[in-house]
């Protein structure tokens, strides 16, 4: 039987938090719909990567691209996904984000075949392989999680933006899956490396979205909740432990945040269990307008 959640402090943002979905980020509302746009998702095999591509094949995504490390879960991915969602076309790639040549191999590809990304899902992490302090693990066990979490993710935005058959005008969309413990170290006590990796790696997001307009790359990154996936089990994390998020809740929100509805949060970071229609309020949205800090990494007091 699962036991609550343990108590983290909730961001004074909204005053409903949800831990499944709901309406307003439904992906068959018409005003979410994804059809005739090409998606790829990294990381998308397992856990909160293939909710997220269940949830653009239920708002009529064209093709869904996800990437995946092991090649037998993949195609056991394509498979399932391509039996559910029969009027969408799933591709499966199998490669490591943090291989350089093999990334830039796979959109090579794309290109030759044509193929132009419209929305850019960063959901493969990489989390150290034992729980420890940041100089307990050093240099050699802790880089991994930056080539991974931030220069690979660097990496595919790039390639993402540059595409040269990219017609003009064509608006893209950026979506970076991070967490809480970019601002919550008490989330990761255990794992502080992958904390600092992803304040890197979303902060580096941040930068680039202030760059550059939401008409030309909407950019927006979100915590996904707390979900149940294999790398938590593969923490030691026990499935009874918690009372777990519904996976398909940042699913719906991933979507969501592609929407013109979500214009307004470019370049900044939510959490998925927020209550979309607060904050799209008349006063959080003056907040967000008139606060350049606001929902962005930083440094706090000053």
Not at 63 to 78: H, Q, S
Not at 99 to 127: C, F, M, P, Y
Not at 286 to 294: G, H, L, R, S, T
């Amino acid at each position: 039987m699962a036991v609550p959640v343990p108590i983290f402090p909730k961001p004074d943002i909204v005053k409903t938090f949800h831990k499944t979905p709901y309406a307003a980020i439904s992906p068959s509302r018409p005003e979410l719909s994804q059809k005739g746009r090409v998606v790829y998702v990294t990381g998308g095999a397992a856990g909160i990567g293939l909710a997220i591509c269940h949830a653009f094949a239920l708002a009529e995504a064209a093709t869904v691209i996800l990437t995946g490390r092991r090649e037998g879960p993949l195609n056991e991915a394509v498979k399932a996904l391509s039996k559910e969602h029969p009027n969408t076309r799933f591709v499966g790639q199998a490669l490591d984000a943090s291989d350089r040549s093999a990334t830039e191999k796979a959109w090579a590809q794309l290109d030759s075949d044509g193929i132009v990304v419209d929305v850019l899902v960063l959901n493969a992490a990489h989390i150290p392989d034992r729980p420890a302090s940041v100089l307990e693990l050093g240099y050699e066990e802790l880089w991994p999680s930056f080539v991974t979490n931030v220069g690979a993710n660097l990496d595919l935005i790039d390639r993402f933006y540059h595409q040269k058959k990219r017609a003009a005008g064509q608006k893209l969309s950026l979506v970076n899956i991070s967490t809480m413990a970019i601002h919550e170290p008490s989330a990761v006590t255990t794992y502080p490396g992958y904390g600092a990796t992803k304040n890197a790696g979303t902060m580096t997001v941040q930068m680039i979205a202030r760059g550059i307009l939401p008409d030309d790359m909407q950019v927006l990154s979100f915590h996904p909740g707390i979900i149940y996936t294999e790398s938590v089990a593969k923490a030691g994390v026990p499935a009874e432990a918690f009372a777990w998020d519904d996976v398909n809740l940042p699913g719906h929100y991933a979507v969501w945040a592609t929407s013109e509805e979500a214009k307004f949060l470019h370049g900044r970071f939510t959490w998925a269990a927020w209550d979309v229609e607060e904050l799209k309020t008349e006063e959080a949205r003056k907040k967000i307008e008139e606060d350049q800090a606001y929902l962005r990494v930083g440094v706090i007091g000053i």
